[in-house]
């Protein structure tokens, strides 16, 4: 099977590039901007033409899209989210080549939800900022171009090479700092916030899987279960052994614990306490709550996920322990 990979060097489409080439049937072309791409192609500025031209050549059987941007403007997030989309579209439509289109979307398209709910995708989309926006618009242009097409709406991903802006990112990054200087408190905002994260081998694994598939539509990949980003952080300092304290700028007012806490389950309540100042709105534009229904993955696509956010958490500080 041909498979053209596009976004190949991104936080996701890495691991989509390494679970494709460990597949022997799978004959992969990975394109972009980049000059350690097999191809070199802006999808934000190339044109639909230039792309069908590719396209009649190499005859993929899947295109699989992990390309787009998390940062910037409204300007630039729309023309590498939504008119890159287009240009993909407008060029498989125009193609001989009829292949499937894999496209990686997000769970920032849904924007806030009702704490204690799980989000399916027949609810109505409302993001809550212009990435989830340009994402949204680009799964409709998937939606509606007649393509044999799926779009994988990804809740938080994390894991190995999990981005340093991320809130998981920055954490593990002030713990390896308090580590390196001998800080024995760490005061971090905005770990009220509830999300449902899921690793990213477990999504190179959705991707995998979803390309082999006849699936259509939206399918959420999640691990169906919401985790507070301080749980998540208790559970990072029991991992990296640090031992001082964290206090929580934003949450209720009662006293700080040692981060080195025992946290077995994520699921227990970790309080790391804190005074009560201004909150820091979790970056994505969906509020205090997100969980996916997973169960369209699990019926339509066979898939799971199989790493626990303990290992993924694990392997987030071994990265960031080697800067130490």
């Not at 979307?105 to 849904?110: K, M, W």
């Not at 900022?129 to 994402?135: F, L």
């Not at 001998?182 to 899921?198: A, K, W």
């Not at 006849?214 to 990296?240: E, P, Y």
């Amino acid at each position: 099977m041909r498979v053209l990979l596009l976004g190949a060097t991104g936080f996701i489409g890495r691991y989509v590039a390494d679970r494709l080439l460990a597949d022997p049937a799978v004959h992969l072309t990975a394109l972009g901007r980049r000059d350690d791409s097999d191809v070199r192609f802006d999808l934000a500025s190339g044109s639909p033409g230039a792309l069908t031209r590719f396209l009649d050549a190499v005859h993929p059987g899947v295109v699989i899209n992990c390309a787009g941007a998390t940062r910037g403007g409204a300007r630039e997030l729309t023309r590498h989210n939504t008119v890159a989309v287009a240009t993909v579209c407008e060029a498989l439509r125009r193609s001989r080549c009829g292949a499937r289109m894999v496209q990686v979307g997000c769970a920032s398209e849904y924007g806030p939800s009702q704490p204690g709910s799980s989000t399916a995708e027949d609810a109505v989309p409302r993001p809550g900022g212009p990435y989830g926006v340009s994402k949204l618009a680009a799964t409709e242009l998937v939606l509606g171009s007649g393509l044999d097409a799926v779009v994988l709406r990804v809740f938080s991903p994390v894991g190995p090479g999990t981005p340093a802006g991320s809130p998981l990112g920055r954490l593990a990054e002030a713990m390896r700092r308090a580590m390196q200087s001998g800080d024995g408190e760490l005061r971090l905002g905005g770990l009220g916030v509830q999300r449902d994260f899921v690793d990213v081998r477990d999504v190179a694994r959705a991707v995998h899987a979803a390309s082999l598939s006849a699936a259509q539509g939206v399918v959420n990949i999640g691990t169906g279960r919401a985790v507070r980003l301080r749980d998540a952080a208790a559970v990072l300092s029991r991992v990296a052994g640090y031992t001082g304290a964290l206090h929580e700028l934003d949450g209720p007012p009662t006293r700080p614990v040692i981060a080195a806490q025992r946290a077995d389950s994520l699921g227990d309540h970790v309080q790391l306490g804190g005074g009560v100042q201004g909150a820091h709105p979790y970056p994505d534009g969906c509020g205090s709550w997100q969980q996916a229904d997973v169960r369209t993955a699990r019926d339509r696509l066979g898939w799971r996920p199989r790493i626990s956010l303990e290992e993924s958490l694990a392997d987030i500080w071994m990265e960031a322990a080697c800067r130490i």
